[in-house]
């Protein structure tokens, strides 16, 4: 297995848990055909960082899963709404690597990518739990924990909602380490600016790390596509801190990366009315870039962030190199999916299938 960039630099991080799950350098290449501007537009393809399933939740459940694994845990606990990619893609490695995942879950509006990810969930066999709110997950996870250390007599792995501790937020220090090498290799110039969805902050908080250890230039221009409540400047720093201080206790020779709050770029205009809710100039930029590039995204995390960077690509950038972090799974669903009964799944997801998708999913 090649050691990873980040390992390479520092080999005392060579002692964290981690465990390989993707195909590295996911590829890094230059778009053509968007708006005409004096920027060069790039994009990182993370959508191809796994061979069954893509993204960029698998850089995170490598370390997670890792230290589940050095722990010996056979059950795996995981936290997010009810179409989540995170937890899909968690309950997809963890079995791989003989664990048995258990998605809590909470109501989100609907679209055709929940529809979708409740069935893949059903295909690979992953426990789901719908909940109405956050007091019934918590009640939820509390009882199902009791009965998982009562049946194995061990403990839970807990991750939690999309993979974004200190451990999991390493992932993505290692992502900006990849992609310096491939700015050496000369496949892309250094960016700029990298604009990135912000759903959980460890993408955006990993990121901001690797690149000012590595003394780049770039910045990350974090896009809000979740509550400001879980992203805004406070919690990404925090995360930074923390991230920060687990790297330095393996190897005390990562640097001491502080990035204050008012020193993060947070972009909010995008996030629209609640969380996966689509906006018309997300939409937009998802038509964009599949007509113009063959490149699918989506209304909650991906084509918010596309529509950021396009308005500051005509209106505030000029002459720059600018990097689009694609976060989503392009991955093909496995075979029969849609011949699967979403009645198999717990009722309260059935409300999925028995609706109408929002408006501009339509």
């Given at each position: ?6 390992f390479?630099?520092?080999?005392g ?11 590295y350098?996911t590829?890094?290449?230059?778009l053509?055909g ?41 059950d ?13 893609a ?37 426990n ?17 924990a009791?009965?998982?250390?009562e ?6 792995y ?32 250094e ?95 998802v ?17 918010k ?6 308005e ?51």
């Amino acid at each position: 297995m090649d050691i990873l960039p980040l390992f390479k630099k520092y080999p005392g991080l060579a002692a964290l848990p981690f465990v390989r799950l993707g195909e590295y350098p996911t590829p890094a290449q230059e778009l053509f055909g968007l708006p005409e501007s004096s920027n060069r537009i790039f994009i990182k393809r993370d959508d191809l960082s796994g061979v069954e399933y893509g993204g960029n939740k698998i850089r995170k459940l490598e370390f997670a899963l890792g230290e589940a694994c050095l722990l010996g845990s056979t059950d795996v606990i995981t936290y997010g709404c009810d179409g989540s990619n995170h937890a899909l893609a968690t309950g997809i490695y963890a079995g791989k690597l003989g664990m048995r995942s258990y998605s809590i879950l909470r109501t989100q509006p609907n679209a055709r990518y929940v529809r979708s990810n409740l069935k893949k969930s059903l295909y690979y066999g992953i426990n789901l739990f719908h909940c109405e709110d956050k007091a019934e997950m918590d009640a939820v996870s509390d009882k199902l924990a009791a009965q998982l250390r009562e049946a194995s007599g061990k403990e839970p792995y807990f991750i939690p909602v999309g993979g974004s501790s200190p451990l999991g937020t390493v992932g993505f220090v290692n992502a900006a380490f990849e992609l310096r090498e491939q700015v050496d290799a000369g496949l892309i110039p250094e960016p700029d600016y990298i604009y990135a969805a912000a759903g959980t902050n460890g993408t955006v908080a990993g990121l901001m790390i690797g690149l000012r250890a590595l003394g780049m230039k770039t910045t990350v221009i974090p896009v809000r596509v979740n509550d400001e409540s879980r992203v805004n400047c406070g919690q990404i720093s925090r995360l930074i801190d923390e991230t920060t201080a687990l790297l330095r206790s393996y190897d005390t020779r990562f640097p001491a990366i502080r990035i204050s709050p008012e020193n993060i770029p947070l972009r909010h205009r995008f996030f629209g009315e609640e969380y996966a809710g689509f906006t018309e100039e997300g939409m937009a930029a998802v038509r964009l870039l599949d007509k113009c590039c063959g490149i699918r995204l989506e209304g909650t995390y991906t084509g918010k962030t596309l529509a950021a960077m396009l308005e500051a690509a005509t209106q505030t950038h000029s002459g720059k190199n600018l990097l689009f972090w694609n976060t989503l799974n392009s991955r093909v669903p496995p075979d029969g999916l849609e011949n699967l009964d979403y009645h198999a799944l717990p009722k309260g997801f059935h409300r999925y299938f028995e609706t109408d998708v929002q408006p501009l999913d339509r």
